[in-house]
């Protein structure tokens, strides 16, 4: 009886054992999966970073203005002034104007 009792308590023993081996081993696969779930999330939103990171620096780039001046028309040199800025322009020009009030500015 006593060495039926011994070899229950030890195969309870080895049973309990190889249970916490094996999970702790499950455990370790899934912390595994989950760190490389979050590791693909972090080079997602880092390439979402970089993009965003350009398109910021686009925008910046664009609202790197510089105003030339401001003309008021009639005799206010506003005509002389467009068609100036007009003729300098290498790629465009932006002018805010209410109203074409003279041919001269169309034309141009």
Not at 7 to 30: K, S
């Amino acid at each position: 009886m006593r060495r039926s009792k011994a070899l229950t308590v030890f195969c309870f023993a080895v049973i309990f054992i190889v249970g916490l081996m094996v999970g702790r081993f499950l455990t370790a696969v899934e912390f595994k999966e989950r760190l490389d779930q979050l590791e693909s999330q972090v080079i997602s939103l880092q390439a979402l970073i970089e993009e965003k990171d350009s398109r910021i620096s686009q925008l910046e780039q664009q609202l790197d203005v510089e105003v030339l001046g401001v003309y008021f028309s009639p005799k206010g040199g506003c005509e002389d002034q467009v068609i100036y800025w007009i003729s300098k322009a290498n790629i465009s020009i932006h002018v805010m104007i209410y109203a074409f009030t003279l041919d001269s500015i169309g034309d141009a």
